[in-house]
């Protein structure tokens, strides 16, 4: 079997409950989340033995997702950051949409945060890393929705805003591959599951 490579969202916080954008404020896990992240250990070893590498978002929203799932980080990177929501941070789309009228992230520009090409850039560079590493095993990518959403499509060849077609739960997890070489997604948000 060829090695793949994981991705791993975050477990729920409070502002995920809310719905409101959470990219750079670094809040923590809710005790739900702290539970899904928990669980989300218990998909990842029933689908994989021991990882080469784990990677993680350095908020510590991630990091303590990766930390209850029993995961070992390996390197810490910015590059695996949510999506900078500017001046939307910390508010939800319904509020956006009061003042820009059928505002998505998938659509239209993030008013002091990154444009959709600068967050392609990014998961462009954390995949060209994580290609070169699963020669030697599978791979963890610890992050965020928004911005595994992009990897997804990223992944697959499509523009950073085709993510929209992509879901990713707290705690799920999607699963990247390939077949005979062509990009593949062999799971989409796997919900966390605790073992038997």
């Known amino acids: 079997m060829a090695n793949r490579l994981f991705l791993l969202r975050h477990g729920q916080t409070e502002w995920s409950v ?9 809040i923590p896990l809710t ?9 989300a250990g ?3 070893r029933s689908l994989l033995g021991g990882p080469s590498l784990v990677l993680s978002s350095p908020r510590k929203r991630a990091l303590r997702t990766a930390a209850l799932a029993g995961l070992r980080v390996d390197d810490v990177t ?3 950051a949510e999506w900078d929501y500017g001046d939307y941070e910390g508010i939800t789309t319904p509020q956006i949409r ?4 059928g505002w998505t992230v998938w659509t239209h520009p993030v008013l002091g945060g990154e444009s959709a090409e600068q967050v ?4 462009d560079r954390v995949l060209t890393r ?4 699963t020669e030697l095993g599978d791979v963890i990518l610890v992050g965020h929705g928004h911005f595994s959403r992009v990897m997804v499509a990223r992944w697959l060849g499509l523009p950073a805003t085709s993510g929209v077609h992509f879901g990713l739960d707290a705690a799920g997890i999607a699963v990247l591959g390939d ?7 062999e799971h989409l948000n796997l919900p966390p599951s605790l073992e038997d």
């Open 130 to 133: 994580a290609r070169r590493d």
């Open 78 to 80: 910015e590059d695996l």
């Open 18 to 26: 809310d719905g409101r954008h959470t990219g750079r404020t670094d």
């Open 179 to 185: 077949e005979r070489g062509e990009p593949q997604i």
């Open 31 to 39: 005790p739900a989340g702290e539970g899904q992240a928990l669980a």
């Open 42 to 44: 218990g998909t990842l």
């Open 120 to 123: 392609s850039d990014r998961a």
């Open 98 to 101: 009061e003042t820009v009228p």
